[in-house]
């Protein structure tokens, strides 16, 4: 096999913007525009890779401070998980079809028994930041299953960079991984902001937003794990993720793609206070 072969053979990784439920009223996100078109071209992209599964990693799902949790312990989906509140009465009626593999889910988990993480399998259903925006990208009844993975319950870079690192492995083997936050995401600056309304953006948004834009596609690839940790010490952090947890699953996608991957912004939109910066490594 060529090197060229063993790349392509080598599945990518995403790191989307899921943003809230109202992503799937076309009124607040009209099909044609970029939001939402973007999402439906990386939908796509992933089902034309025709995978083996998605592992998912969202900012609603934490489990201890040094042990995790991986959905898929039965053989059938487990009723989604509305954790939102106040929205329309419908979006609390929308369902996604999707497929689960209990030998998946435990192929992953033994990812980290070997690496001596605690790893408890659950049966749990996947939240709003996984179907939310794979319902968008159009991936419901996707011929792949999907598995949920949940970041430890701690804000180490660090460690959701190993978390990543230990996931590697299963890019050789025909699985997508995906991770699912915000690239920048400060909900009581956007709740403030529409008490005013106004179409200008909060002044931390596209600055670090560009941070992590040099730290994914600008630095050498094996410099990446690096410039990602470091945005630790951004002077923008504290405004443009008040808490941490949408950040990281950026963390284990990095940690994912390894120092050779090549990187490339997939969609580029901004409100008031958050960023929908997605982003493929290969």
């Not at 989307?16 to 439920?21: A, I, K, S, V």
């Not at 996604?96 to 980290?112: C, G, N, R, S, Y």
Request: hydrophobic fraction near 40%; charge should be negative.
């Amino acid at each position: 096999m060529s090197i060229q072969d063993q790349a392509e053979s080598i599945m990518p990784v995403y790191f989307l913007g899921h943003g809230g439920p109202n992503l799937l009223d076309d009124n607040d996100y009209p099909p044609n525009q970029p939001i939402a078109n973007g999402l439906a071209r990386i939908g796509d992209e992933i089902k034309n890779l025709n995978p083996r599964g998605m592992v998912i990693i969202t900012g609603h799902w934490e489990a201890g401070h040094d042990s995790l949790q991986i959905n898929g312990k039965s053989s059938q989906p487990q009723p989604l998980i509305y954790d939102f509140y106040g929205f329309p009465s419908w979006l609390y009626k929308e369902e996604f079809p999707h497929k689960v593999d209990p030998k998946l889910t435990q192929e992953v988990a033994k990812l980290f028994v070997e690496h001596n993480i605690k790893i408890d399998v659950v049966d749990r259903g996947l939240d709003h930041g996984a179907w939310i925006v794979l319902k968008r990208a159009g991936l419901e009844n996707a011929k792949f299953p999907i598995i949920q993975l949940s970041l430890y319950r701690n804000d180490s870079m660090e460690k959701h960079l190993e978390l990543g690192k230990v996931l590697a492995p299963l890019r050789s083997q025909g699985i997508v991984i995906v991770g699912s936050g915000m690239a920048v995401h400060n909900l009581p600056d956007y709740f403030e902001a529409h008490r005013f309304p106004s179409n200008s953006l909060y002044p931390y948004v596209i600055p670090f937003d560009k941070e992590i834009d040099h730290a994914i596609i600008t630095v050498p690839s094996n410099q990446r794990w690096k410039a990602t940790k470091d945005l630790a010490h951004s002077s923008y952090l504290k405004k443009a993720h008040p808490t941490i947890e949408y950040l990281l699953p950026l963390h284990v996608v990095v940690g994912a793609a390894g120092p050779e991957a090549s990187a490339k912004k997939m969609l580029e939109a901004y409100q008031v206070s958050v960023s929908w910066s997605c982003y493929k490594l290969h």
